[in-house]
């Protein structure tokens, strides 16, 4: 049996002890003990499922069909909850095409893990990208990449553009390197052109969280929201969007009294833009999604929410993983 195939049967075990729990859990008082103890035990084995899956999609070759329909579905579970959130995004953006102008945004979601707020990441960046002739994605993960000073995180960048020679990697500057990258990712944009990075697990960096956003917001972001409004005198439409997002943890508080975020609901090209993301959904959600996605009944819909909305309370992702388990075969 080979590591991926050990890994697909860890998987069904997990996924057979958790619907067992389920199903115990719906014979239990709320306020029992014996309730408690299977919703503890639940948690655990729901932690050792993301590793699982976590792992087993690192592995590029598994079957297009399966990939196909797990990528269908969770394109539509962003409709659950993130109305408000995608509203305040769509203003914004609306904004830089009314004006032609283009522009440039910097969004955080903290705590994805508990919002699955990667959802909207990925839903986002399906839209603004089927927009786009031209459209360039950075993402960047702290813990993947290795990043852990300046260099690191400029180097990581400088991987993902396209031609890059090695040069850009071995300026004993970072400030200047920093530039360097700058140029080659604006080199080429052309109207309409969308820049998309993603910088995630920011909050594995630790104690560096701070001091190394600090630096990317001097010398990086602000000026590269400079050369997009240099750019926007000669062509239209250019877009540069960033998504910072943590997984398990707000940033740290010396990060959160840095003066580069914006006033709340203050929008500025150079600084950070909270979102803030619901930690639960509502039986109401998950229902009027379930009627809207699968064109069931409201009756219909009703049982197969509250059963799932009762075992979850609203958890996204327990939510998540019981639609998953119910629907994504459909």
């Known amino acids: 049996m080979n590591r991926r195939e050990f890994l697909e049967q860890e998987k069904k075990d997990l996924e057979e002890k958790i619907r067992n729990i389920v199903i115990q859990m719906g014979f239990s008082d709320p306020a029992s003990i014996k309730y408690k103890n299977l919703k503890k035990e639940s948690d655990i084995y729901f932690s050792d499922l993301e590793k699982i899956e976590f792992d087993i999609s690192s592995y590029q070759h598994s079957s297009l069909t399966n990939n196909q329909r797990g990528n269908r579905f969770d394109k539509k579970l962003p409709k659950i909850d993130f109305s408000k959130p995608r509203n305040l995004i769509n203003k914004i953006i609306e904004k830089f095409a009314s004006t032609r102008k283009g522009g440039s945004a910097f969004f955080l979601i903290e705590n994805i893990k508990e919002t699955k707020g990667e959802l909207l990441v990925y839903d986002i960046r399906d839209d603004l990208s089927k927009d786009s002739d031209d459209w360039r994605h950075y993402p960047i993960n702290v813990i993947a990449n290795n990043i852990v000073d300046e260099q690191s995180l400029l180097s990581a960048i400088a991987n993902f553009i396209p031609?890059?020679?090695?040069?850009?990697?071995?300026?004993?500057?970072?400030?200047?390197?920093?530039?360097?990258?700058?140029?080659?990712?604006?080199?080429?944009?052309?109207?309409?052109?969308?820049?998309?990075?993603?910088?995630?697990?920011?909050?594995?960096?630790?104690?560096?969280?701070?001091?190394?956003?600090?630096?990317?917001?001097?010398?990086?972001?602000?000026?590269?929201?400079?050369?997009?409004?240099?750019?926007?005198?000669?062509?239209?439409?250019?877009?540069?969007?960033?998504?910072?997002?943590?997984?398990?943890?707000?940033?740290?508080?010396?990060?959160?009294?840095?003066?580069?975020?914006?006033?709340?609901?203050?929008?500025?090209?150079?600084?950070?833009?909270?979102?803030?993301?619901?930690?639960?959904?509502?039986?109401?959600?998950?229902?009027?999604?379930?009627?809207?996605?699968?064109?069931?009944?409201?009756?219909?819909?009703?049982?197969?929410?509250?059963?799932?909305?009762?075992?979850?309370?609203?958890?996204?992702?327990?939510?998540?993983?019981?639609l998953k388990q119910k629907f994504n075969k459909l």
């Open 163 to 322: 031609n890059s020679d090695s040069e850009t990697q071995t300026v004993d500057n970072p400030q200047q390197e920093a530039i360097n990258i700058i140029d080659k990712i604006t080199n080429g944009l052309q109207v309409g052109s969308l820049v998309f990075f993603e910088l995630n697990d920011w909050d594995a960096l630790g104690e560096n969280q701070d001091s190394l956003l600090s630096w990317f917001m001097e010398y990086f972001w602000i000026p590269l929201t400079k050369k997009q409004s240099q750019l926007s005198q000669k062509y239209a439409n250019i877009r540069i969007i960033l998504f910072l997002t943590t997984s398990y943890s707000c940033l740290s508080e010396e990060c959160q009294y840095l003066p580069h975020f914006c006033p709340t609901l203050k929008f500025n090209k150079q600084k950070i833009f909270k979102l803030s993301l619901p930690i639960t959904w509502t039986h109401k959600d998950i229902r009027e999604w379930i009627e809207d996605t699968y064109k069931y009944s409201i009756q219909k819909s009703l049982l197969e929410s509250k059963y799932i909305f009762d075992y979850s309370k609203g958890n996204p992702e327990k939510t998540c993983y019981m």
